[in-house]
């Protein structure tokens, strides 16, 4: 072999050991878009063996409707060279997608486009947030060491709190398990079970935020989001005179995380039915699709008190609360786990006239 074929050679198998080994998650993807090559630390993010990528598009890990923005990102990159930070989706091998943000580096030489080098990178809740309002941090910068007390309160009794809910849960399995129970009994059981493991769920929804967890995105549908929360607050709106009615059209899945979903709508409920007056309470729950702009919606809206248009500014800041025995977290977190999911949420009000809150998601599955 002559002495250029085995530098060649060498340079060839450097560079496939030092991107492999890469803890960079990075991949090389030719002028088609067609994936040539890709690293471990790639694969592992998106849960992909290297055979499901090589020589496949990269539009195979994006959503049909990212396909135009996918277009505009390598554009920008061959305009400018090198991109940073441009937040997309990409879909991992369960169907679920994730949030990253990409980077592309233009490969060639004299403006001769030879492909793309793609980096990913995970993005966490203010990491998003702070990109899109440069001012977020120092919003938050007062309250910062608050939040990270909740954040490491959370991780020393979240081992505590787990045990006895295991504990309540297992006996409230086990009773169930027994033949000829009384009816009485069994609902009681039943109950038990159900907010035993929904407690479970909270638990760990705390400590996943109180480490900036990633939601798992996946597509779920909104009715089903509505017909659970509603089943949890069946039995506490027994005695209660509050009417809730619903509204739910035939809504193509969206992708969403399901247990962070159940936490937000749940909140809403909650909260709705604590603005609510004694003997006139109503609540209206909406599904819909906005086809000229491919959003979908879940809407709550109610004939509470309503809030003052000095508060309403005020509404997700960590910490503001209204209530006594309230946190101040639940719409801080809801509008974080939104963000996550490429959503929004939105809140109208009027002192008098009631409350409608609108979670509106743009990933149509």
């Given at each position: 072999m002559k002495k250029e074929e085995k530098t060649l050679t060498l340079k060839e198998s450097l560079f496939d050991s030092l991107f492999d080994a890469s803890s960079e998650k990075m991949m090389v993807i030719d002028p088609d878009g067609v994936v040539r090559f890709i690293n471990k630390a790639a694969?592992?993010?998106?849960?992909?063996?290297?055979?499901?990528?090589?020589?496949?598009?990269?539009?195979?890990?994006?959503?049909?409707?990212?396909?135009?923005?996918?277009?505009?990102?390598?554009?920008?990159?061959?305009?400018?060279?090198?991109?940073?930070?441009?937040?997309?989706?990409?879909?991992?091998l369960q169907k679920s997608i994730i949030r990253l943000f990409l980077t592309g580096v233009l490969l060639g030489d004299r403006g001769v486009c030879a492909g793309y080098c793609i980096s990913l990178s995970p993005?966490?809740?203010?990491?998003?947030?702070?990109?899109?309002?440069?001012?977020?941090?120092?919003?938050?910068?007062?309250?910062?060491?608050?939040?990270?007390?909740?954040?490491?309160?959370?991780?020393?009794?979240?081992?505590?709190?787990?045990?006895?809910?295991h504990v309540i849960l297992s006996t409230a399995e086990l009773v169930l398990s027994f033949e000829n129970l009384d009816d009485d009994l069994k609902n009681s059981m039943a109950?038990?079970?159900?907010?035993?493991?929904?407690?479970?769920?909270?638990?760990?929804?705390?400590?996943?935020?109180?480490?900036?967890?990633?939601?798992?995105?996946?597509?779920?549908s909104l009715n089903e989001i509505v017909d659970y929360c509603l089943?949890?607050?069946?039995?506490?709106?027994?005695?209660?005179?509050?009417?809730?009615?619903?509204d739910m059209q035939d809504v193509p899945k969206v992708f969403l995380d399901p247990h962070y979903l159940h936490s937000v709508v749940y909140n809403l409920l909650t909260n709705a039915v604590e603005a609510l007056p004694e003997k006139s309470g109503k609540i209206l729950i909406r599904t819909g699709l906005d086809p000229a702009k491919n959003?979908?919606?879940?809407?709550?809206?109610?004939?509470?008190?309503?809030?003052?248009?000095?508060?309403?500014?005020?509404?997700?800041?960590?910490?503001?609360?209204?209530?006594?025995?309230?946190?101040?977290?639940?719409?801080?977190?809801?509008?974080?786990?939104?963000?996550?999911?490429?959503?929004?949420?939105?809140?109208?009000s009027k002192p008098g006239k009631g409350t409608t809150v609108s979670l509106i998601f743009t990933k149509i599955a």
């Open positions: 694969l592992e993010i998106l849960g992909y063996e290297r055979a499901d990528i090589i020589d496949k598009n990269f539009k195979t890990l994006i959503i049909e409707k990212d396909y135009a923005e996918f277009d505009n990102f390598l554009s920008s990159v061959r305009e400018l060279e090198i991109v940073r930070n441009y937040k997309f989706y990409l879909l991992t993005v966490y809740p203010d990491e998003w947030i702070a990109l899109k309002d440069p001012h977020f941090f120092q919003m938050v910068a007062k309250k910062l060491g608050r939040l990270t007390s909740v954040g490491q309160l959370t991780s020393v009794f979240v081992h505590d709190i787990k045990n006895p809910l109950l038990i079970e159900r907010n035993a493991a929904r407690a479970s769920r909270i638990v760990k929804t705390l400590l996943d935020f109180s480490k900036s967890g990633i939601c798992q995105l996946r597509p779920y089943g949890l607050l069946e039995s506490s709106l027994k005695t209660s005179r509050v009417n809730i009615s619903r959003e979908a919606a879940l809407t709550i809206s109610d004939n509470g008190v309503g809030i003052s248009p000095n508060m309403l500014s005020h509404l997700y800041q960590p910490f503001f609360t209204t209530k006594e025995t309230g946190t101040g977290l639940g719409l801080y977190l809801a509008r974080q786990i939104m963000n996550e999911h490429s959503g929004r949420i939105s809140i109208e």
